[in-house]
Nanobody
Framework: QKQLVESGGGLVQPGGSLRLVCAAS????????VGWFRQAPGKEREFVAA???????TYVDSVKGRFAISRDNAKNTVYLQMNSLKPEDAAIYYC????????????????WGQGTQVTVSS
């Protein structure tokens, strides 16, 4: 069964860090791009970061310099390291996959996880 499971979310203070993990089963990620999207209450789902099959990363401007996406194909896992977190980063974070090259458009991804909650608050 194709499945993505996100983990690593939690509650942090502004300026803190979290590392999100996207673990895949039923699909070997070697030839796939993996994207991270987030959705806050009352807001639309938005692109955060993605990594292509060749490890080329893409980030939304608001997280550049703070977030870093990486992949470990041997573990069939993708990570999102989030540093210097801000209250506006709070959301449910989802990972998703598509073939080869990353895009910033959610509907172009075919397999999605259930999300992990990130809360940034004092």
């Amino acid at each position: 069964q194709k499945q993505l499971v996100e983990s690593g979310g939690g509650l942090v203070q502004p300026g803190g860090s979290l590392r999100l993990v996207c673990a895949a089963s039923g699909r070997t990620l070697t030839t796939y791009a993996v994207g991270w999207f987030r959705q806050a209450p009352g807001k639309e789902r938005e692109f955060v970061a993605a990594i292509s099959w060749n490890s080329s990363p893409t980030y939304v401007d608001s997280v550049k310099g703070r977030f870093a996406i990486s992949r470990d194909n041997a573990k069939n896992t993708v990570y999102l390291q989030m540093n210097s977190l801000k209250p506006e980063d709070a959301a449910i974070y989802y990972c998703a996959t598509r073939r080869f090259v990353a895009t910033m458009t959610a509907h172009e991804y075919d397999i999605w996880g259930q999300g992990t909650q990130v809360t940034v608050s004092s």
